[in-house]
């Protein structure tokens, strides 16, 4: 089966940086699409960056030219590097998944796999 965990939360004051890590458990044939989403206190979902294998990443307006999002396809992990934070980054950080993987002989789909979030604050 495949599993999603998130790593690297924590406690971050304005202006510094984290970095979130998310690996891919199970029999990984590939990683198709990677996305990474972000929820506030009392705020909706937000996504905030997503990379596929063929495209570009993609930000949200409000963490461009601050967040970078990669990838480690060999350890089937992803990255969010997180720069110049400010206390509206504080939310519980979400990866999000969709690829390939080995069951027995055969390769089959996940879709939409979600990790459980890691908790991110920026406070001074």
């Known amino acids: 089966q495949v599993q999603l965990v998130e790593s690297g939360g924590g406690l971050a004051q304005p202006g510094g940086s984290l970095t979130l890590s998310c690996v891919v458990h199970?029999?990984?044939?590939?990683?198709?699409?990677v996305r990474w989403y972000r929820q506030a206190p009392g705020k909706e979902r937000e996504l905030v960056a997503s990379s596929t294998l063929a495209g570009r990443p993609n930000y949200a307006d409000s963490v461009k030219g601050r967040f970078t999002i990669s990838r480690d396809d060999p350890k089937n992990t992803v990255y969010l590097r997180k720069n110049s934070l400010e206390p509206e980054d504080t939310a519980v950080y979400y990866c999000a998944a969709s690829g390939l993987y080995f069951e027995g002989s055969s390769v089959r789909k996940f879709v939409d796999f979600w990790g459980q979030g890691t908790q991110v604050t920026v406070s001074s």
């Open positions: 199970g029999k990984i044939s590939r990683i198709d699409e």
